[in-house]
């Protein structure tokens, strides 16, 4: 009992918990992109009705929202941990650091951890809370596909979307790489499985979100270009000279 109360104090508890929260969040990532999906895939009362059934589900939405925040709180805190401690065990940089891809993704972690941080905060205010900005209209607390569809036809607010999900992807990427580490799976035999699992795990949630606001978007732009080029057509019409008459003969 004593072992198990002091796990958390340990380097290897303190990364199983990282690990663990990580999973945690990962499920809820690719729940979450899926429920979004809806708005490309099918009618607009079908995501409504998707929002409609958590809403009328308490114990659902708001089960899984408190065990998504002490997993986050958690992540966060024994994240910040960890690279705290590796910190004061090499004071001194290394004189030489060569960097591979996982490297990088690892590099970038101080980077898109506290922007992804940021991010959650935004996206919460935005479509949680309804705090709209004035380009992407009024929020509805009940017409989810007009509020998905304002905002991300405003190609700053998608913009802001698409980069924070590059973000997410390189924190995925390594998030994933290090699980099975942490697992103890660290060898040739199962590192290219691990990494064919953390780009395919990070392709799927990163494009599928993605693939919300670039759809979006990329219909009003071809919406809007469509107009222009109809209201050009219909200038051109109005505005050609008629027929000469036919003085021949008089």
Do not use: C
């Not at 009328?56 to 708001?62: A, F, I």
């Not at 980077?111 to 935004?122: D, K, Q, R, W």
């Amino acid at each position: 009992m004593q072992r198990a109360l002091l796990l958390h104090q340990t380097s290897i508890g303190k990364k199983a918990i990282v690990a663990v929260t990580g999973v945690v969040m990962f499920g809820f990532l690719v729940g979450h992109m899926a429920g979004n999906f809806q708005v490309l895939i099918f009618p607009l009362e079908k995501i409504n009705e998707y929002a409609a059934f958590l809403k009328h589900t308490p114990s659902l939405l708001w089960g899984t929202r408190t065990v998504l925040l002490l997993s986050v709180i958690a992540h966060i805190y024994y994240s910040m941990v960890l690279a705290s401690e590796a910190s004061d065990a090499r004071p001194r940089a290394y004189a030489k650091r060569v960097n591979n891809a996982t490297n990088l993704a690892a590099l970038s972690m101080r980077l898109s951890g506290p922007t992804i941080a940021l991010f959650i905060v935004y996206h919460l205010l935005h479509l949680t809370f309804g705090f709209m900005p004035k380009a992407a209209g009024a929020f509805s607390e009940t017409d989810v596909f007009a509020n998905l569809t304002n905002s991300f036809q405003v190609w700053w607010l998608a913009l802001i979307y698409i980069v924070a999900q590059l973000m997410l992807g390189l924190h995925l990427f390594h998030g994933a790489w290090s699980f099975f580490q942490t697992l103890g799976l660290n060898h040739p035999r199962y590192n290219a499985f691990r990494r064919y699992f953390a780009v395919g795990i990070t392709a799927l949630i990163v494009g599928g979100n993605i693939a919300i606001p670039t759809t979006i978007l990329a219909k009003k732009l071809f919406a809007d270009s469509a107009a222009i080029e109809g209201d050009a057509v219909d200038a051109d019409a109005d505005g050609e000279p008629s027929a000469a008459p036919d003085t021949e003969g008089e």
